[in-house]
């Protein structure tokens, strides 16, 4: 009977305060805003079900006031029918006159997500639109859903927006039995966040305010952290809890979580005679040594089991079944992690199923031990004789050995049945990501010119070029174009010279029509300069950036452009070399010639993946330099006497 | 084997019907593929039909049936291995089966187990959907699968949509209705014959077939794909209520428009609550009454950021003051109305933006809502109003619109929900808006180090005002620095912006645009005893026309313009331009060009402008056009030389 009176507290007595609208913000106040959001209010509770099994209500309340004529956010619930329901949506708005007016709900219209990179889960997601509303308008919405399964349930919630937040707050109200475990984080920083009231209610339950005020927008650069990561935000969940009697506690620490896991892989991983068969087959002409054996079945998963996920329940964590992912040839990061790992097996070779976060280049620390928290990918750890050699067998051309980028320097927590420690993977390296474009140009009387090209890149650098020529579909011509760092350059021809899916590196080599290699004058006077004809190596950086900048990973790369010029050409003396070598890279320029072929060489290597806030202007000095480098011409005098 | 496989559909589908439209596999012969004809194919489609039948016999029902077989011939073609299927809740999937045909020719049928459901929408305007993934698929595999979905209303009209980016072998179209109906189906693009029959029953029957249709490539300066496709539109014509009479359905352009026109004319919810008026009272004539009339609709809202077909309560968009062209044309239509003035709507097609065919009524054509004021007293020519740009006159009219024909219609003998639309094609007369330029007027120093010193002021108008307006209210401050970076990048590596702000945007006045300081040091390179100047600061163009091969015809939008761009340098004190560059002016069908160059008592002003014409051209036009582009890209790609005095 508890149960009636908090569907009723959360759902037909929603409320909708009254304001006093002369007290709420301006445009003036925040000129630069579309809208501002006046309350982003979490209210959580916790309580048992009408079956004794513990459940959320959550109440998620956004309050906007519109400051230019622009669009507010969709009201948009996304529920998964497994874990929750939605229990009510509702709304208003109130004009600038004071006005005010229900939202219509009869325009809501409620269908599955179509993630494009999940084929089925039990996600859905109902919308309702967004009314027309003026300039200094208020729009309220409030959604309820219930939690039915708060058990890999994490509520989170960020104090910022991508506009100002006037008010923030998270409220949480629970049996004061329960114990509850939150964590918040900052950008580069763990917060401790305190409530900022604490409460008891009627029923033995305690209430918990955790609130933050006026929240600046953050602006948003080129390789800067999304703004999620960067606002101070939370993750809260139930820690220990009674259903029915009995006490119940959800992982209390990363090794409990990896054991936890360990125990949803386990009957997943049985070697069938189907299993067993195929590893056999794949091992069959294939040295009988660990890594040796690790690598091929590495590579006959890759090959042979194509990414498809359908999620349904747990199955967003659990895996499908080895068997049937042999079957199927078909499965997730986990299917796939899962599938691997059974086939290491058969060759008697340990792994370890290991949750990561796949990042953008900025890797996440580990939050809450909680199934619904820090990881959104699934790799594989091989325990061989030499180490551990991490494995991703969801990426299709990835050397065994190495990793992708966005899973290198990334927390992770291998699956073991005692559990483990949280590790993290190894960074990779400029040694072992590469790239190096040659451009041998011929200039005619008229400055165009014409030559081929040669592209050899690997590690990371390569899988744009494997992913071409084992996913691409359309003219190859028109992709190359686009992959040429020889500026405005068209591509009449070209193909692969070297593209095996595990090879170490690629080649791709055509010709190349180059009408921009000089900047001619009208005169005779022509400049052959770096920045005009090959892209820069240098990042966005100006001068008002105060957000860090990340590279995806760290790489080598190389450029050689030879511009042959007609005999007629004089060449003036070529600059002098640069090197630079600082904390952010090390960059060599260097011209030659040779004949009537004139030679610019660049090595970049980049040695410090990310800049900090701290480091940007040492750093713009650094990529300043390069650029004052790379403006530097040789000039070249057409119409003379042809040598 | 038919019969098992037709008891499996029934299976996967978990209902007790059938559909006539379902014809089974393909044959082993028709699933062979030339690997070889396809080099840069990630898959290749054998075969896809779209068959709908339409049943007015007993209840009331619509069957679309599709129909797919697809070879995977690289990797990037398993994602077709995933099919979904969404349909709404008023309908049901009758038929869904699937098979993978093995290279080496055995066959795997898609099961009842790996079918997955959503249903748990209820509402009406809920979705739910079916999903599979394909078993075991390989290189060289065929996929193939049909569905044939069902819902209780006869379907009115349907139209295609693109078949993707695979080259496709073999598409069949068909439409088969019961006796008592009417259709009519139209193709684009395509000069195959519709094959038009009668069955055995009395049902009518459309079909046509279409081969080897190459795989669709974006491109830059495209036209839209409905210029290029082929494709099938169909709709019913009417239905016969006894062999003496047929109600009409989609017969003519009028059927099309009359529910717009009946909600229009007589449907009073629609201006509930739109309580405001503009002030009429001292108008002495219509012409009056529609000057101030549009003038009110323009002062209390702005079309700025909304979609032009928008319909919202119209109370509600008035109120935010923001509103569609068409929310826009129905809130003056009333209110013209009822000042007594005779007063119509107008459908259209913006110019170039889609392919259109007269002789097939469809409501899809359309893309703006216009209201259309005849002659007369005190108009003495009917007036135009196009209602979604905010800086044409009245009587203006935008380079999209004007020339074009709109179908003017109205509503006769309205009661509520009642009456009949009448309408009929006329030109869409008007004198032009401002025109669409971009001026950027750059005002330039050359330090005595070599460093650049830039002023730039970029003012657009026309409908180009009206594009920057609303960039300027959507972009975040981010956003503008973005722009501010786009800017300066291909000056110099080395060239930084500042003082970069938008300027008082005034669309109605037919301007708005920004500004931004740009400093380069090391811009100007020191020979000898000369400056040589790179043009590096005038923007590139039109880049997207550069390529030596052309795959699509070449589409130059409504919105084109002419592009101005003016720069005034000052050379170093105690240098002169040595030589300028001769005065290059041309013209093609498309494109003018026109680049000067002349001294100014501190150094030189350059001015390149440039004026495309809208339209569409074929893509050997390409050869007339690359001359001047690559003048134009020439002119970027020089150098000034300054000589000592």
């Known amino acids: 009977m508890r149960l009636l009176p908090a569907i009723c507290l959360l759902t037909s007595c929603v409320s909708f305060p009254k304001l006093e609208l002369a007290t709420l913000p301006k445009p003036a106040d925040f000129p630069d805003a579309k809208y501002v959001i006046l309350l982003d209010e979490d209210h959580v509770r916790f309580q048992p079900g009408k079956n004794g099994k513990a459940e959320a209500f959550v109440t998620e309340r956004l309050r906007f006031k519109l400051l230019k004529p622009a669009d507010l956010p969709t009201f948009t619930v996304w529920y998964d029918t497994e874990f929750s329901e939605i229990i009510s949506m509702s709304g208003r708005t109130i004009l600038p006159d004071g006005t005010e007016a229900p939202l219509d709900l009869s325009q809501a219209w409620d269908r599955p997500s179509f993630d494009s990179s999940v084929l089925f889960s039990n996600t859905r997601l109902k919308t309702v639109p967004t009314p027309p509303l003026p300039v200094g308008a208020i729009y309220e919405t409030v959604a309820v859903t219930r939690r039915k399964d708060i058990e890999p349930w994490v509520l989170k919630h960020s104090f910022g927006s991508v506009e100002p937040v006037i008010e923030s707050r998270v409220v949480v109200e629970s049996p004061t039995a329960w114990k509850l475990r939150w964590v918040a984080r900052g950008f580069d920083e763990t917060v401790d966040l305190t409530p900022t009231k604490e409460e008891p209610l009627d029923g033995a339950f305690t209430r918990r305010t955790f609130e933050r005020r006026d929240v600046k927008a953050l602006p948003t650069d080129p390789g800067a952290p999304s703004l999620w990561w960067r606002h101070l935000r939370m993750g809260l969940r139930l820690d220990a809890w009674s259903e029915n009697g009995v006490d119940r506690r959800a992982p209390d620490s990363p090794e409990a979580l990896s054991a936890l896991n360990w125990r949803q892989h386990q009957d997943r991983a049985e070697v069938t005679p189907e299993l067993a068969a195929a590893a056999k087959e794949v091992l069959a002409t294939v040295p009988d040594e660990p890594e040796a054996k690790a690598r091929a079945l590495y590579e006959y998963v890759c090959r042979r089991i194509q990414y498809c996920a359908i999620e349904i329940g747990y199955g967003g964590w659990v895996p499908h079944a080895a068997k049937d992912v042999h079957a199927n040839r078909w499965g997730d990061c986990k299917d796939k992690a899962t599938y691997l790992h059974t086939l290491l097996k058969v060759a008697g070779i340990e792994s370890s199923p290991t949750a990561i976060y796949a990042h953008d280049g900025y890797p996440r620390p580990f939050e809450l031990p909680s199934l619904g928290d820090n990881f959104n990918h699934e790799i594989l750890a091989i325990h061989l004789p030499s180490g551990t050699v991490y494995a991703d067998p969801t990426t299709r051309a990835v050397p065994f050995g190495q990793l992708p980028w966005n899973d290198a320097e990334a927390t992770v927590l291998l699956a073991t049945r005692d559990g483990s420690a949280l590790a993290t993977t190894p960074p990779t390296t400029p040694e072992q990501n590469a790239e190096r474009h040659q451009y041998a140009i011929s200039l005619d009387e008229a400055g165009r010119g014409r030559g081929t090209f040669r592209i050899e890149a690997r590690g990371n650098n390569a899988t744009a070029y494997k992913n071409r020529f084992i996913f691409g579909t359309g003219r190859l011509e028109r992709w190359a174009k686009d992959h040429l760092w020889l500026k405005s350059a068209e591509v009449p021809a070209t193909r692969f010279e070297r593209k095996g899916d595990f090879d170490t590196s690629t080649v791709l080599v055509g010709e190349v029509l180059a009408p921009e290699v000089v900047t001619r004058g009208f005169g005779q006077m022509a400049l052959l300069r770096v920045s005009d004809m090959v892209a820069a190596v240098t990042p966005a950086l100006d001068e008002d950036r105060s957000t860090p900048f990340a590279w995806r990973w760290l790489d080598t790369t190389e450029t050689e452009v030879s511009v042959t010029v007609p005999p007629s050409v004089d060449v003036s003396k070529l600059p002098a070399d640069t090197a630079l070598d600082s904390p952010f890279g090390l960059y060599a320029l260097s011209w030659r010639t040779e004949g009537s072929t004139v030679t610019v060489t660049r090595r970049f290597v980049r040695t410090q993946r990310t800049l900090t806030k701290d480091s940007l202007p040492a750093a713009r000095a650094f990529f300043e330099a390069i650029a004052a480098a790379e403006v530097t011409p040789v000039v070249l005098r057409f119409g003379g006497q042809p040598r | ?645």
């Not at chain 2, 501010?484 to 037919?510: K, Q, V």
């Open chain 2, 1 to 645: 084997m038919t019969r098992a496989l037709v008891m499996t559909a029934f299976l996967l589908a978990g209902c007790g019907t059938t559909s006539s439209l379902s014809r089974g596999y393909l044959d082993r012969a028709a699933l062979k593929v030339d690997a070889s004809k396809y080099p840069d194919a990630a898959a290749v489609v054998l075969y896809r039909s779209d068959r709908y039948l339409l049943e007015t016999t007993g209840d009331d029902a619509s069957e679309q049936h599709r129909h797919v077989a697809v070879a995977i011939l690289k990797e990037g073609g398993f994602d077709l291995a995933e099919v979904r299927i969404p349909f709404s809740t008023r309908q049901d999937i009758i038929v869904l089966k699937g098979r993978v045909l093995q290279p080496d020719g055995t066959i795997v049928e898609v099961t009842p187990k790996d079918v997955l459901s959503d249903t748990n929408g209820k509402g009406e305007r809920d979705y739910q959907a079916r999903f599979f993934r394909f078993p075991n698929v390989q290189l060289g595999s065929v996929l193939e699968y049909e569905w044939v979905v069902r819902s209780p209303w006869v379907i009115g009209s349907d139209d295609q949509d693109t078949l993707g980016e695979f080259p496709v072998e073999r598409y069949e179209f068909e439409l088969v209705g019961s006796r008592a109906l009417v259709f009519e189906t139209i193709e684009y693009n395509s000069t195959k014959p519709i094959e038009v029959s009668q069955l055995n029953d009395g049902r009518h029957r459309l079909r046509f077939s279409l081969e080897n249709l190459a795989a669709r490539e974006s491109e830059e300066w495209m036209p839209h794909w409905t210029f290029t496709e082929p494709r099938w539109s169909w709709r019913v014509l009417g239905y016969k209520v006894s062999t003496m009479v047929t109600s009409n359905w989609y017969r003519t352009w009028e059927d099309i428009v009359e529910g717009f026109a009946r909600r229009a004319w007589t449907d009073a919810t629609l201006y509930k609550d739109l309580t405001e008026r503009p002030e009429l009272s001292g108008c002495p004539d219509a012409r009056c009454k529609v000057e101030k009339a549009r003038a009110w609709i323009l002062e209390k809202t702005s079309t700025i950021g909304v979609d032009t077909m928008r319909e919202k309560d119209l109370a509600q968009a008035f109120k935010s003051g923001k509103a569609s062209a068409r929310e826009r044309a129905l809130i003056l239509r009333k209110v013209l109305d009822e000042a007594g003035v005779d007063v119509k709507l107008a459908l259209t097609t913006v110019a170039y933006s889609r392919q259109t065919a007269r002789s097939f009524p469809e409501w899809e054509q359309f893309n703006r809502v216009l209201v259309y004021v005849p002659a007369q007293p005190s108009i003495d020519a009917p007036l135009v109003i196009d209602l979604e740009p905010e800086h044409c006159a009245l009587g203006a009219l935008t380079s999209g619109i004007r020339g074009q024909e709109g179908f003017v219609f109205w509503l006769e003998g309205g009661t509520v929900g009642q009456g009949e639309s009448k309408g009929e094609w006329r030109p869409l007369d008007g004198a032009p808006c401002s025109e669409n330029v971009s001026h950027d007027r750059i005002t330039a120093r050359l330090e005595g180090d070599g460093t650049l010193q830039a002023r730039v002021e970029s003012r657009h108008t026309g409908d180009r005002a009206e594009r920057w307006e609303q960039r300027k209210l959507k972009d975040s401050p981010s956003d503008f620095r973005e722009l501010l970076r786009w800017r300066t990048g291909p000056i110099s590596p080395l060239a930084r912006y500042s003082d970069g702000r938008w300027h008082d945007c005034a669309p109605r006045s037919g301007e708005c645009g920004y500004g931004v300081s740009i400093g380069a040091p090391r811009y100007a390179v020191r020979n000898g005893g000369r400056w040589l100047f790179p043009l590096n600061l005038s923007q590139p163009a039109f880049e997207g026309l550069r390529g030596f091969e052309r795959k699509h015809d070449i589409h130059i939008p409504a919105t084109a313009g002419t592009e101005i761009e003016e720069i005034e340098l000052d050379a170093p004190t105690g240098f002169h331009a040595a030589n300028l560059p001769d005065v290059v002016a041309d013209a093609v069908p498309g494109l003018a060009i026109r680049l000067t160059a002349e001294r100014t008592p501190r150094g030189v002003k350059l001015t390149r402008r440039s004026t495309l014409t809208p339209g569409i051209y074929p893509r050997e036009h390409i050869a007339k056009l690359r001359p001047l582009v690559e003048k134009v890209r020439a002119w970027r790609n020089t150098v000034l030389t300054f000589e000592p005095d």
